[in-house]
């Protein structure tokens, strides 16, 4: 009986403990798309045992009593801590590190731990890129990496933007950085759809860059797009639609002031020709002599705003859907596009299909097999084509207030209906008979296969294509004077095939020495080639318009046919070696020699190698464990790099064939086009780095600071050649002369406050680079680059930065009191005032630059429970903009409209004035391009602001989703500048990518207007 009652008691008590216990349960998801975490680890704060989340990211946890604190953790998140009491049900929302140092970075032929890397790297992943809706990667990549200046130029549906890494350093060259994705080099990343894309990596420094040897020394650009995932299929889409809209404007005259100026221009004329010009014009502006622009009281029927009337509300759409999924052995993806952009510019618009699917697959336990494909479809449809000429964006300026669109006839009014006056159509005709389409199809992707020989030698074989078909459709209207009328219409078809192969062979070798020691080795061949064809056809004089560019023989004018094809090919062998010594102290060597069939028969080859080493400070037992300093690393790097971008053939002497007339007959010929040089060879850049990078307080704050010294050797320069020689191609291909950039870049990201429920981060960017030419050719005379608008508007001069501004300097204008000045000069007061020499010629010197001393971004982002808010502020400071468009909107007053600023011109009542007085354009004093043209073109952007709601993930289980997030977004909010134009980020003279625009940039002969554009977005996860 006694034992008995014991066990009764001990076994009651049991039940009790058991009664005692609690069950805890929960669901552990991602702060930043609310997906499930599966492996998270739950354990009791102090205690030994736990829990892990299953693939749905659920829980379950016996504790003893509800007094303890469970602590939540998981690689690559910050961990988490709760307190029990009086909970059963605790769902917890990780956020990722604000700098995981254990982030697998990509380099050229591999990845590295951030941790380990010696170079200077920049890395981005997809959702911080495509934070907002644009057509392509390298407008995304605005403001978001330090040393990485992107200039936005062109408002023009789809068209890029210019990536600079590091400032410019080559004259005649190509300096757009190169671009490599999922391991194929050289391809356009604009054609590309940016919401494939899974990161990106900017490799600045030598050591990074000199993997890619003769092409790395504008930088190397890393995309990798979006594969297959493990853990179970998931089906993703996001559709966003906006609109744009003009909301800067550029006032030009209304009807009365057009005719109170026009009337006034004439009046002046005695004072400008007494000898007996013309001093009234053609025809007065009158119901006698235009009765379908006045009334009989000689008002005007019309007061048309052309820019209102011009730059309607756009509408654009895109929608993106993945598939991605895939178990232990096979990882499979298929995403599919479409964009539907449109332009404020009437008609002008960009499609783009995009169809991409990987696969990976582990075949055996030592070969893995894989690739990629990317279809891409793409039209273009632009409508102001070519600078200078009589395009949209011009006609909303100059084409007078007094004509309207279309007469009640129907008939399409223009300037051409006023006597006197530049008879330009006015840009709706334009838009919708005068336009190019650009067609373009894309097969882009690779196949490779990974050995794995033993457990550390790897070898990887890997075939990379990229094949394009580009189709340039172009037609003007037989009706549009001044543009096509005289020569009856023009079309014409320009087709171009381009294909890239290359085929890369490495291994690689991960070797751990002992405990303290670690080393990965790279040693690989490469094989390269490229191919290029271009048909072009032409005709003039059609039947009817119907016919357009569809069928050229509509045309009973035929101008000459052109073809032309070309290839080259590169060789080269690569090696890397990377060295860790207790973790704390790193070296790499890299070294690639390169074989190039663009250059001369004496420079064929080159080798371009690089050094870089860092230093774990807070690996050191004197920081290690610190609470205040979480990371520091010190590093520096030096080494060389290449730029071979100058076209094909350039080394060999060329001839080019033509047609001459003999006997009466036309005859095919041979010209000497070009004449050559053996001797040409790379641009070698050599750079210096050295780096820090800091993190404090367990990574709350993360500061990253690089210096920067390149100097970039024997340029690629056009050296003049006499005329008389005989060349087609007055000029030769030399390396001659050499370039500093030298700057330094510092990003900060911090986390200011962060909370269970609420998180505030922010980030800053700043760079400057200091350009300067240090060396040219022979004499170091000055080199005048082009373009010439109205007089040269760059020099390139030794002592000075790419990018110089050059032209006369503007005083203002002749007064009544220094009428015997203005006489010395040939000019009369009301005239504008220059600078001029002792010996009394006009003073020409450097008015400018074009690229800015120092440029930053701040970014701020907030999260409370489900909202999330985020905006980023851009500033671009010291740097001018040239407004090439008042020469013809200020300086011609009776043939064209006038901006409203003329009505400040020069008048015996207001002689203080830059504005000459206004006068017939017959007796015009000659525009220059001065220093009134060369504006300040500072400006600080409100980039991106957006604001999303995120469902909570009780709701998303009901409706059976794992996410569902709704934004909304404006871009270029606002804008504050000086500068008199639509926008200062300006190009109008050279808008091409993979050309060199270093003398192009912040050139503004009527640009489209850069629009704000208000966005709604959807992201759901399945």
Request: proline share 3%; hydrophobic share 35%.
């Amino acid at each position: 009986m006694k034992k008995a009652f014991i066990y009764s008691i001990l076994l009651s008590l049991l039940c009790l403990q058991a009664m005692a216990q609690i069950k805890v349960t929960g669901k552990v998801t991602g702060s930043k798309d609310n997906l499930p975490i599966p492996g998270v680890s739950i354990k009791v704060k102090g205690a030994a045992g736990g829990a892990i989340t299953d693939a749905g990211g659920n829980y379950q946890i016996q504790l003893a009593n509800d007094q303890v604190i469970l602590v939540f953790s998981s690689t690559g998140f910050a961990s988490q801590e709760r307190n029990v009491t009086g909970r059963s049900v605790i769902n917890i929302q990780l956020e990722e590190k604000a700098d995981n140092l254990n982030e697998v970075v990509v380099i050229g032929y591999g990845t590295v731990k951030k941790s380990d890397l010696t170079g200077a790297v920049a890395t981005i992943k997809g959702e911080q890129l495509m934070d907002k809706p644009v057509a392509n990667i390298s407008q995304a990549l605005q403001g978001k990496i330090a040393g990485v200046e992107v200039s936005l130029n062109s408002a023009a549906p789809g068209t890029a933007a210019k990536v600079r890494v590091r400032g410019i350093g080559s004259i005649n060259s190509n300096i757009d950085p190169l671009y490599v994705i999922d391991g194929v080099a050289g391809v356009d990343p604009n054609s590309i759809n940016p919401n494939d894309v899974a990161s990106l990596e900017v490799l600045k420094d030598a050591s990074s860059t000199a993997i890619y040897g003769s092409r790395g020394a504008n930088g190397v650009i890393m995309i990798t797009t979006k594969r297959g995932r493990r853990d179970g299929t998931q089906i993703s889409y996001e559709a966003n639609a906006n609109v744009s809209e003009l909301y800067r404007h550029v006032r030009t005259l209304n009807s009365a002031e057009f005719i109170q100026v026009y009337n006034q221009a004439f009046a002046n004329g005695q004072k400008f020709d007494p000898a007996g010009g013309v001093w009234t014009p053609p025809k007065l502006l009158n119901y006698a002599n235009y009765p379908m622009l006045f009334d009989t009281n000689n008002k005007p029927l019309y007061d048309t705003n052309w820019e209102k009337e011009t730059y309607k509300p756009a509408f654009s759409q895109n929608h993106q859907l993945n598939l991605q999924g895939g178990n232990e052995k096979t990882l499979y993806s298929l995403s599919l596009g479409y964009l539907n952009q449109k332009g404020l510019a009437p008609t002008s618009g960009f499609k783009r299909y995009s169809v991409k699917m990987t696969l990976d697959n582990d075949v055996k336990s030592w070969l893995k097999v894989g690739g990629n494909v990317n279809l891409i479809r793409s039209i273009q449809r632009l409508v102001t084509d070519g600078n200078g000429s009589l395009n949209v964006a011009r006609a909303v300026s100059e084409e007078v207030p007094l004509v309207p669109i279309k007469y009640p006839n129907g008939i399409y009014a223009g300037n051409f209906d006023i006597d006197g006056l530049e008879g330009a159509p006015n840009p709706i005709d334009i838009a919708n008979n005068r336009y190019t389409i650009n067609n373009t199809l894309q097969m882009l992707g690779n196949v490779y296969g990974l050995f794995h020989i033993t457990s550390e030698l790897d070898f990887k074989t890997d075939f990379g294509y990229n094949l394009s078909s580009n189709k340039n459709n172009f037609f003007s209207s037989q009706n549009l004077q001044h543009l096509s009328a005289d020569q009856g219409g023009v079309a014409n078809i320009n087709a171009y095939d381009n294909y890239y192969w290359q085929t890369e062979n490495y291994l690689t070798w991960n070797k751990k020495i002992n405990d303290r020691q670690k080393l990965t080795a790279l040693l690989g061949a490469s094989l390269q080639q490229t191919g290029y064809e271009r048909v072009r056809a032409e005709t003039q004089n059609f039947i009817d318009d119907i016919f357009q560019y569809h069928y050229l023989q509509a045309g009973s004018v035929k101008s000459a046919s052109e073809s032309y094809d070309t290839k080259s090919a590169l060789s080269s062998f690569y090696a890397r070696l990377n060295y860790s010594l207790d973790d704390k102290y790193l070296f790499t060597a890299t070294g690639r020699y390169d074989g190039s069939s663009r250059f001369g028969v004496n420079n064929k080859y080159a080798f371009f190698p690089s050094v870089g080493a860092a230093w774990k400070v807070s690996e050191e037992d004197f920081l290690k464990g610190s609470k205040t300093v979480s990371n520091l690393k010190i590093r520096a790097s030096y080494g060389t790099s290449g730029n071979q971008e100058i076209g094909q053939a350039r080394s060999l002497a060329q001839i080019q064939p033509n047609t001459t007339v003999l006997g009466g007959q036309a005859q095919s010929s041979l010209l000497p086009s070009y004449i050559g040089n053996p001797d040409l060879k790379w641009e070698r850049s050599i750079q210096a780095d050295a780096g820090v990078e800091l993190g404090m307080f367990n990574d709350r704050i993360n500061l990253t600071l690089d210096y920067y010294n390149r100097v970039t050797k024997d340029l690629l320069l056009q050296t003049p050649i006499p005329w008389s020689a005989g060349f087609t191609n007055a000029n030769v291909y030399k390396n001659v002369g050499s370039v500093r950039n030298s700057g330094i870049e510092i990003s900060l990201n911090t986390v200011n406050v962060k909370t269970e429920n609420f998180t505030w981060s922010t980030s800053f960017l700043f760079s400057a680079n200091k350009n300067k030419v240090i060396k040219l050719n022979d004499g170091n005379a000055d080199i005048f680059p082009g373009p010439n608008f109205l007089g040269q508007n760059y020099v390139v001069r030794v002592g000075q930065p790419i990018g110089s501004f050059y032209g006369m300097t503007r005083l203002g204008t002749y007064s009544e009191a220094e009428a015997a000045e203005a006489q010395s000069h040939g000019l009369k007061p009301g005239d504008r005032k220059y600078l001029y020499n002792a010996d009394g010629s006009v003073n020409y010197s450097i008015i400018g630059q074009a690229y800015p001393k120092w440029t930053g971004t701040f970014s701020s982002s907030f999260k409370y429970k489900n909202w999330d808010l985020a905006f980023d502020i851009r500033f671009v400071q010291g740097v001018n903009t040239a407004a090439n468009f008042k020469h013809s909107t200020e300086d011609r007053q009776t043939i064209s409209n006038s901006l409203a600023t003329v009505l400040n011109a020069w008048t015996p009542q207001n002689q203080n004035t830059s504005i000459s007085q206004v006068r017939n354009y017959k007796f015009a004093q000659d525009s220059h391009f001065d220093t009134w043209w060369v504006e300040d073109g500072s400006f600080i952007r409100g980039q991106n602001f957006i604001v999303g709601y995120t469902l909570p993930a009780a709701i998303n289980e009901k409706l059976n989703i794992k996410r569902l997030r709704i934004y909304a977004n404006v871009q270029n909010l606002f804008i504050i500048t000086k500068y008199t134009g639509y926008d200062p980020e300006v190009d109008t003279f050279n808008q091409t990518y993979g050309s060199n625009a270093s003398f192009s940039q912040n050139l503004d002969f009527f640009s489209t207007p850069r629009p704000r554009v208000w966005n709604l977005g959807v992201q759901l996860t399945f």
